[in-house]
Structure formats: structure tokens, C-alpha cells
């Protein structure tokens, strides 16, 4: 009897915090009110012999955790506004402030002004976009943010699909903000929908923009090593979005690029220019390929062949990526054939 009375009692406190809306607008005070719960609680459970010292520890974590303020990491899915998981749903509703990164990928609607006013519409609130800038640079203002109130950081995909977000959740853990990962459906599990296995995928690599200066192929090995070992290899086509030029940066004024998006034809060029560079025969123009365009959206497509049949393919508007085939399965070569150009 006396434990249901406390967990009533427990219950009513946290209403009264959330109804008297001090835990969104007082974040200074909740750590006084954190004290004072946590006094209630040790004073009536001190009271019981039933309650022992673990039951009390139980109650008072989950008191904390109840009111604590917190930084969502909340994955969007690769489609449109409706890619969002019930429970990602729900972690937006309750966060005062939202950011929406949008650099190392892109829902179908981009970032364009009708795009961001869908997310908006469906949230109930306004989003922040966040550019590369904002995120390496300036993430602990936001970071500060989410020590008073409930933040939310939206990512394109999974929250983990980058390695720029890991860094986000470390440098969170050093201001000691409280952080909570909502995961979904990323294109590095979407690729499967072409039948190749995910199990016998090798080191995933990075294919940049090359510029006249510029021309990296670090990536090389990676893929040689990859076909080595029969590995098949995701590569992930590089996009520019907010990127200020060159020249404006040796002016010590930024201007930004228009955006970019590399296509697949782009992307074969590039590896067949550094094959032809290196001439280690990692692969060639005959090297069997799946290209995908929009995984996840309604119009996603799909195709498989060579290097020199998806040069000419028309993939259509971005984002697009390429596996880059190593030996396969009779099954993995049933799927393919559904796909082939």
C-alpha cells in the first residue's frame, strides 16, 4: 500500500513540473527542484522498512531522468517528412528547439524553403538550419542550449551515418549534456534493396569533387583492398552544399558556391582517371556496378552494369551513390539480373 502511495505521489510531482512548465522554461531552477524531489522521496522512503536502499536509488534515477534536459539526435529516414520514426515523432513534439543539419545529406525536398516549411508544418515549430559551419564550428552553442532545455538535432538517414555527429555526441558528453540517439533507415542499409548481401560489403569510401588543384585518390586502396578479399564497396558521392569558394576565402570575405551534387557518370570518370593514374588494376570500364538515385523515395532508382553502361545512364535528380560489385553469390546474381540496364 504504502509503495503505491509513493509512486502516486512520485507521478502527481513530475505533472506538476511538466504542467507548470518549469522544466521547458526554468531549466536554471530544475536542479533545485531536483534537490527538493529528491529530499521528498528519501524522506518517505526512509520512513518504509519495505522500501530497500536499491528500490530508493531506483526511484530517485528515474526522478532525475524524468526532468533532466536533453540533447535528441533523431534520425529522418532517406525519403520525405513521413521517414520519421513514431518515437523521433514524439522527441520533437516535446524539444523547445530544433536543428536540421544539412551537409552530409538531403531529405527528396532538399533545403529549399517549401522543403523546410513541410518539416515545420508537421513539427508544429520553427527548424534551424545547420550548415557545416554552424555544426563544426559553433555546435557548443547549441550544445549550451540543450543544458537549459530539450533540443533536437535532426540528421538526414541514421544519426550515425557520419562521423561528424560521433564527434557532436562526444563533445556533448564533455559539457556533460544528457544525449538520447533516435535511429532510422540509412543508405548504408538501403543499398541492399539491388540483393547484394550487406555482410560481404567491405570499407565504405568517400569519392570527392576533384578540382584543378585538387585531385585525391586516397580512396584507391580502399577499394583495391575491398576486391582483394571479393568485398563489395559503397561509395559515397560527395554534395556541397554552403560551401565558400576559394577565392573568397583568400579575399578573407566568404561567398558561397551554388550546390552541387555528384552525379554517377562524375564518379566513374573519377575512379577510371585515377585507375588510369595508378595502373594496379583495382578495376576498369568493364567492372560490373550498381548505381541508386533517391534511395527511399517514391522514384528511387536503381541499375546495374558496367562502368562504361552507367556513364551513359541517366540517374536523374540527386542524391546518387555506386556500389562497385566483388564476387558474388548465385543469389546476390539472380537479384542483380532484375536490375541490370
Not at 503505491?4 to 531552477?29: M, P, T
Not at 541514421?158 to 532510422?184: C, M, Q, W
Not at 555528384?262 to 560490373?288: F, K, P
Amino acid at each position: 500500500m504504502f509503495l503505491i502511495f509513493q509512486d502516486v505521489l512520485f507521478e502527481i510531482h513530475l505533472d506538476f513540473l511538466n504542467q507548470s512548465g518549469i522544466k521547458k522554461d526554468l531549466g536554471s531552477v530544475n536542479n533545485k527542484l531536483k534537490l527538493f524531489g529528491l529530499k521528498v522521496l528519501h524522506s518517505i522512503s526512509s520512513s518504509s522498512s519495505a522500501n530497500t536502499l536499491q528500490q530508493k536509488k531506483t526511484r530517485e534515477t528515474r526522478f532525475i531522468r524524468e526532468i533532466e534536459e536533453m540533447l535528441y539526435i533523431i534520425g529522418l529516414g532517406l525519403g520525405d517528412e513521413r521517414d520519421i520514426t513514431l518515437r523521433g515523432l514524439e522527441a520533437v513534439k516535446k524539444c523547445q528547439k530544433l536543428y536540421i543539419e544539412s551537409y552530409t545529406s538531403l531529405l527528396s525536398f532538399g533545403i529549399s524553403k517549401d522543403g523546410i516549411s513541410t518539416l515545420e508544418k508537421l513539427y508544429g515549430k520553427p527548424l534551424t538550419v545547420a550548415d557545416r559551419e554552424m555544426v563544426e564550428e559553433k555546435a557548443d552553442d547549441m550544445l549550451l542550449e540543450a543544458r537549459e532545455f530539450d533540443v533536437a538535432f535532426l540528421v538526414v538517414g541514421d544519426p550515425f551515418g557520419a562521423t561528424t555527429h560521433s564527434d557532436l555526441v562526444v563533445r556533448a558528453k564533455k559539457l556533460e549534456v544528457e544525449v538520447k540517439v533516435i535511429y532510422n533507415a540509412s543508405v548504408m542499409n538501403a543499398v541492399g534493396v539491388c540483393g547484394l548481401q550487406l555482410y560481404r560489403y567491405g570499407e565504405t569510401v568517400s569519392l570527392p569533387f576533384f578540382t584543378e588543384t585538387w585531385r585525391p585518390d586516397s580512396f584507391y586502396e580502399k577499394i583495391q583492398r575491398n576486391r582483394g578479399l571479393g568485398l563489395h564497396t559503397l561509395c559515397l558521392l560527395d554534395i556541397r552544399v554552403k560551401e565558400p569558394s576559394l577565392e573568397s576565402l583568400c579575399r578573407g570575405k566568404k561567398q558561397y558556391e551554388p550546390p552541387s551534387f555528384m552525379t554517377i557518370g562524375v564518379a566513374i570518370d573519377q575512379l577510371l582517371e585515377v585507375e588510369q593514374l595508378r595502373g594496379e588494376s583495382a578495376y576498369n570500364e568493364d567492372t560490373l556496378c550498381v548505381g541508386f538515385a533517391r534511395l527511399g523515395s517514391e522514384n528511387q532508382m536503381v541499375v546495374a552494369g558496367s562502368m562504361k553502361q552507367l556513364r551513359t545512364v541517366d540517374f536523374g535528380q540527386p542524391l546518387h551513390c555506386l556500389t562497385i560489385v566483388g564476387k558474388t553469390h548465385p543469389v546476390e546474381e539472380e537479384m542483380l539480373d532484375f536490375y541490370r540496364n
